[in-house]
């Protein structure tokens, strides 16, 4: 910085929560109290060995993993190396953290953008009004339809620096027209971002290992917007938009590694009841994880599933009951004379139950690739629904045809392996044809209803016919709907 003036515009612009300098600053006689009162700055000075050019190389090349400064593209900033390696050193000491999230340095430089002192963007009202100080009525205010807490920083950034370089002035206006001249993709890009959470400060939750479990659960649904996003994109026809998008990480490993729904739940819940009729080694395994982590804070849980089918895999239903915390029961539909087709997720946190219900199996399918229909009830213990549906699993539960896992495990093994044989040699065999099958009138019949149809068109209502003569002495009546109904094996 070349004058006072333009570093107090700029710290007046960006407004950090906390500027950190050495003692030089202090006495350089820039008005310390002034940022401290009128913009809430906390202001840290640091002994001057924090400063010094060995210790900051020796911080930058450290952290990022390089032999030279040359290396981060700093060699023309030698005050940025040395600010940019106290602010590093002064992280490490008060966060107490690896600071892996911190992977690159931009250097930054006032000549790209122009300069606006804050006299003039007070009275210009670029971002706040001069009276109320709110961003109501100021410029940023009126451009402000953005769908994300990023985007409404970008802007704002956009607003307080605009770009001097003719060049990039008319690629981001060419941008701003192609958006225009697609209407129906734009609209589509905002539906998709509308959804986003504000990703930079989930991200450093997550890297201070502060964040809960609902802040993963907005980073997964944040993150599977990513994919849409860019594929809208990709629609624009722009040169911007192609820089964009060879740049955009869709982060699909990262989303595959975050929570399902019903993992969401059972991290947080104080014990869970599942009733569903399928259970499969690939549905459980995603969940698995999470279940042993319940294992150990001792959380109980109670599955139901059934015979059903034989379709329940015997290795998913061991890997369940080998959890000490997980009581297994199945439903035995052939001794019970009835269907059990439930799919029901029941968590309980304190006093308040969240229960999934639809059409959801523990199987892969069913829980990340089928369209499936669930839906969430959110309700007190005192909930007539919800105290509805604990009571229907608690019968079924406690009903004489749901077995403990020694009573039902041998037999439906060995009817497993059966059945899973069975299936395997019939889909070996050629499948004969359905019009080998298919079932003709005789001769008898088919003379039958001519003659039925000519006595019709004579102006007869009805007609009878008695035959004893291998037909199973079929009585046979006619009437002016004509045609062939099976009953009880003889045609009528």
């Known amino acids: 910085m070349d004058a006072e003036r333009k570093l107090l515009d700029e710290v007046s612009r960006f407004n950090p929560s906390e500027i950190i300098c050495n003692e030089a600053f202090y006495m350089s006689g820039i008005d310390v109290d002034d940022m401290k009162n009128r913009l809430s700055i906390t202001v840290s000075a640091l002994d001057s060995w924090y400063f010094s050019d060995g210790l900051a190389n020796e911080t930058l090349l ?5 032999q030279t400064i040359n290396a981060l593209g700093l060699e023309d900033y030698e005050s940025g190396v040395i600010a940019a390696g106290a602010l590093l050193k002064y992280l490490y000491e008060t966060q107490m953290n690896s600071l892996d999230n911190i992977l690159e340095l931009h250097p930054y430089s006032i000549g790209k953008y122009m300069i606006i002192d804050s006299s003039s963007r007070r009275n210009l009202e670029l971002v706040d009004t001069l009276r109320e100080k709110q961003k109501r009525g100021s410029l940023l205010w009126v451009l402000d339809k953005t769908r994300t807490a990023m985007g409404a920083r970008l802007l704002r950034t956009y607003v307080e620096q605009p770009l001097i370089e003719k060049a990039e002035i008319i690629k981001r206006q060419k941008l ?3 958006l225009n001249a697609n209407e129906i993709t734009r609209d589509e890009i905002r539906e998709y971002l509308n959804p986003i959470y504000d990703l930079e400060r989930l991200i450093t939750r997550i890297t201070y290992q502060s964040a809960n479990p609902r802040d993963l659960i907005a980073f997964r649904d944040s993150l599977k917007m990513l994919p849409p996003i860019k594929q809208q994109l990709s629609d624009i026809p722009c040169a911007l938009t192609d820089e964009i998008n060879e740049e955009f990480d869709e982060l ?8 399902s729904s019903i993992e969401d739940e059972l991290l947080v819940c104080d014990g869970f009841q599942i009733s569903v009729a399928f259970i499969t080694m690939n549905g459980i395994t995603p969940l698995l994880q999470t279940l042993k982590e319940l294992e150990k804070r001792n959380i109980k849980g109670e599955i139901l599933t059934t015979n059903y089918l034989n379709f329940s895999e015997p290795k998913a239903l061991k890997k369940l009951n080998e959890l000490s915390n997980i009581t297994l029961k199945m439903y035995d539909v052939e001794v019970a004379n009835e269907g059990f087709h439930t799919k029901g997720y029941i968590f309980r946190k304190e006093e308040i139950y969240h229960i999934i219900i639809g059409s959801s199996n523990i199987t892969s399918a069913a829980l990340t690739d089928n369209r499936e229909w669930n839906t969430k009830l959110v309700s007190t213990v005192h909930g007539e629904t919800a105290k509805e549906i604990v009571t229907e699993f608690n019968e079924l539960w406690n009903s004489n045809y749901a077995l403990t896992f020694d009573e039902f495990y041998e037999n439906y093994n060995e009817h497993y392996k059966i059945i899973k044989h069975q299936r395997e040699v019939a889909k070996q065999e050629e499948i004969t044809s359905i019009e080998k099958y298919k079932l003709q009138p005789n001769s008898m019949q088919i003379g039958f209803i001519t003659n039925l149809k000519k006595i019709l068109e004579e102006g007869e209502d009805r007609a009878l016919l008695i035959s004893a003569t291998g037909e199973r002495d079929i009585f046979m009546t006619g009437e002016r709907n004509l045609g062939f109904i ?7």
């Not at 099976?486 to 009528?492: D, E, P, Q, T």
């Open 62 to 66: 450290s952290h990022f993993h390089v």
């Open 176 to 178: 701003i027209e192609a």
């Open 252 to 259: 699909k490993d990262i989303y595959e590694l975050l929570l």
């Open 486 to 492: 099976r009953v009880s094996g003889a045609w009528s």
